[in-house]
């Protein structure tokens, strides 16, 4: 079983350069999330998704855009990256938010 | 607003004893809590959880009890072994069907 799937593993960027993390999760879950898990904290809410075709803001959505035209698929956008963005990213899905989330191995994004 | 916090950043103790992992929070309206366990360059993992109805909840090794009156959570890990090692978080979700987590304590079992 894949679970949560996230590509890519690792990423360089420049300051002001966009990309694009894509989450898969095989579960048919309704409910998707990104985080972002700064050093010795925990994990902040950027989006979260409660079906296809739906989004909205977390805690810390700033900088961020997400899209969620797939039921299996969410993504995350960064239209003008910046340093504060350097974090390692994290996607989640779960059936609704009463049962458990499951999450991927994390995105390790570096902007210089 | 929502927000999950822990009382200890680290906790060390010895193989074969018990750990005890403490979380505060601070929404009333919280109705679904998680425990996750993290390893070093993993994503969370999935320990335990348990709903409001609930005051305990028993696992393979740990046990989670929920004290509603003073909004306080706890994660029990019994004859801690050395792959119990990692950083340890609650999570909770209430009516903002959002999993809100809290700092995390990191766990370190001494040989």
């Known amino acids: 079983n894949a679970g949560v799937t996230q590509t890519p593993k690792f990423r360089v960027l420049k300051t002001g350069q966009s990309m694009t993390l894509l989450c898969a999760q095989d579960m048919n879950h309704e409910y998707m999330y990104w985080y972002r898990q700064d050093p010795g904290m925990g994990l902040r809410l950027i989006h979260y998704?409660?079906?296809?075709?739906?989004?909205a803001k977390g805690e810390v959505p700033d900088g961020y855009n997400v899209s969620r035209l797939k039921k299996q698929n969410f993504l995350l956008g960064l239209e003008s990256a910046a340093p504060s963005q350097t974090s390692v990213y994290f996607c989640?899905?779960?059936?609704?938010?009463?049962?458990?989330?499951?999450f991927g191995q994390g995105t390790r994004l570096t902007v210089v | 607003g929502e927000s999950v916090g822990l009382h200890l950043p680290t906790l060390s103790v010895q193989e074969g004893d018990n750990s005890i992992i403490n979380c505060a929070y601070s929404?009333?309206?919280?109705?679904?809590f998680i425990w996750y366990k993290q390893e070093s360059g993993k994503g969370p993992q999935f320990i335990i959880d348990i709903r409001s109805n609930m005051d305990k909840r028993q696992g393979q090794r740990v046990t989670v009890l929920l004290n509603k009156t003073v909004k306080h959570l706890s994660l029990q890990i019994a004859a801690t072994q050395p792959g119990d090692s990692a950083v340890y978080f609650c999570a909770e979700s209430g009516s903002a069907r959002q999993l809100t987590f809290g700092s995390g304590t990191q766990l370190t079992v001494l040989p």
């Open positions: 998704s409660v079906g296809e075709g739906t989004t």
């Open positions: 989640a899905s779960s059936y609704n938010p009463e049962t458990e989330a499951f």
């Open positions: 929404n009333s309206a919280s109705d679904y």
